[in-house]
């Protein structure tokens, strides 16, 4: 696998169900970002993790918790979600520091659907 | 705040001609950088090309090429002999240039397609 990899690409779950999408990136990157693209409205960051610490939470619901055991793993645990969360989230990576300005490389998604 | 603006939702060009996509975007910083970024239909988003806000030349990349008006806070992007990959949703993005990682910002896209 090479630049980053997110699974699963598809989901549908209910209101009450717990699920968790994975987010792996294979370029020795050391930030990675969570964003939520919704139709019709822009990319909206969500997440931040530098050195696997959370740096940004742009006043995320609890219902969404991300996780970030490395620099190359990013998870984001969905509980309780509502309709109006169905969307597309991608994970990108970057490296951090050193420069001020690092390119940030996308996952392809996964395309979330709550019923 | 920063917010970035593509008054064009979608457009469309012939093969082999050229279109240009616009963005204006609104911030009060003086150093910073704007991008344009490609997602083709279910495929991964790519950087196109990218403005450092204290170069005054125009970026190009191939085909590419940026009209870049600081005072006017324009960034539009041309697209030369347009090819049918080119078939995309195309955004226009912002980051303020600091040390460390700072976000993009987004508009909320053109729709792009090129029909043969």
């Known amino acids: 696998e090479t630049g980053v990899t997110q699974t699963p690409r598809h989901l549908v779950m209910g209101m009450t169900n717990k699920k968790s999408l994975k987010c792996e990136q294979h370029l020795g990157h050391n930030a990675m970002y969570w964003y939520k693209q919704s139709a019709k409205k822009p990319l909206e960051l969500m997440f931040v993790y530098n050195f696997k610490e959370q740096t940004e939470n742009n006043s995320v619901p609890s219902r969404f918790s991300p996780e970030c055991p490395n620099s190359s793993h990013l998870f984001l645990h969905l509980h309780t979600l509502q309709p109006e969360d169905s969307a597309l989230y991608l994970c990108?990576?970057?490296?951090?520091?050193?420069?001020?300005?690092?390119?940030?490389?996308f996952g392809p998604g996964t395309r979330l659907t709550v019923l | 705040a920063q917010t970035v603006t593509q008054s064009q939702p979608e457009m469309s060009v012939q093969e082999a001609e050229t279109v240009t996509l616009s963005c204006t975007y609104d911030t009060s910083e003086s150093n910073y950088y704007l991008f344009w970024y490609k997602q083709p239909p279910s495929r991964q988003m790519i950087l196109v090309i990218r403005q450092e806000a204290y170069k005054q030349q125009n970026a190009t990349e191939n085909r590419f090429s940026v009209n870049f008006q600081k005072a006017a806070k324009s960034f539009s992007l041309k697209i030369s002999d347009s090819q049918l990959g080119d078939t995309a949703m195309y955004f226009c993005?912002?980051?303020?240039?600091?040390?460390?990682?700072?976000?993009?910002?987004f508009g909320k896209g053109t729709r792009l397609s090129v029909i043969a």
């Open positions: 993005a912002f980051m303020k240039r600091s040390l460390g990682n700072t976000p993009l910002v």
């Open positions: 990108a990576s970057s490296r951090m520091g050193l420069a001020d300005y690092n390119e940030q490389f």
